[in-house]
T-cell receptor, first 115, second 118 residues
Framework: AQTVTQSQPEMSVQEAETVTLSCTYD???????LFWYKQPPSRQMILVIR??????QNATENRFSVNFQKAAKSFSLKISDSQLGDTAMYFC????????????FGKGTKLTVNP | DGGITQSPKYLFRKEGQNVTLSCEQN?????MYWYRQDPGQGLRLIYY???????QKGDIAEGYSVSREKKESFPLTVTSAQKNPTAFYLC?????????????????FGPGTRLTVL
């Protein structure tokens, strides 16, 4: 079974600064996807970024980028130029490639962006 | 507009009663999922369905039941056997629940239902 661990229950950052959220996972699979989801106060789950395990290049989406270290089973999210609207819960998630597309989530990190 | 709807947004239930949460999608997706979210916890999978008239248990299926009679609908019943039903419930869907090897189908989430047992 796969597990996903987010070791930072809460973090805060000043507006316009950069913050990094940590995620580690455990799996015996070699082909999989990793995701970061954002859940703002509205509680709507929003996909922020995804990474395919076989791709060495780190994924980037505008101000969001990941540092994917496959051997270390680490998948951190970097948010640059933080904005007040980035305040949310952030969840790291794992999905085995092929078969049913079940997501396994970490417990989340509550990020607060301060003005 | 295409999307996933969950109703109601807030639901209250007396202890010992069954209650059904609605999930409807007009995205023409084959696969649908139910997750439970508790404070300090990530989302945990309750049930999922990859096709009409078929569904599988997730990690925490005890005390829950589902049906998938129509492609667009995947209702979740929280039974009296569920010992701690108070939680936030999220429904999701994807184009299919197991694309050909090498493909990926994003899961889209509904707005959720907050269930409180009185």
């Amino acid at each position: 079974a796969q597990t996903v661990t987010q070791s930072q229950p809460e973090m805060s950052v000043q507006e316009a600064e950069t913050v990094t959220l940590s995620c580690t996972y455990d799996t015996s699979e070699s082909n999989y996807y990793l995701f970061w989801y954002k859940q703002p106060p509205s509680r709507q789950m929003i996909l922020v970024i995804r990474q395919e395990a076989y791709k060495q290049q780190n994924a980037t989406e505008n101000r969001f980028s990941v540092n994917f270290q496959k051997a270390a089973k680490s998948f951190s999210l970097k948010i640059s130029d933080s904005q007040l609207g980035d305040t949310a819960m952030y969840f790291c998630a794992f999905m085995k490639k092929g078969g049913s597309e079940k997501l396994v989530f970490g417990k989340g990190t509550k990020l607060t962006v301060n003005p | 507009d295409g999307g996933i709807t969950q109703s109601p947004k807030y639901l209250f239930r007396k202890e010992g009663q069954n209650v059904t949460l609605s999930c409807e999608q007009n995205l023409n997706h084959d696969a649908m999922y139910w997750y439970r979210q508790d404070p300090g916890q990530g989302l945990r999978l309750i049930y999922y369905s990859q096709i009409v008239n078929d569904f599988q248990k997730g990690d925490i299926a005890e005390g829950y039941s589902v049906s998938r009679e129509k492609k667009e609908s995947f209702p979740l019943t929280v039974t009296s056997a569920q010992k701690n039903p108070t939680a936030f419930y999220l429904c999701a869907s994807s184009i299919d629940g197991g694309g050909a090897y090498g493909s990926y189908n994003e899961q889209f989430f509904g707005p959720g239902t907050r269930l409180t047992v009185l």
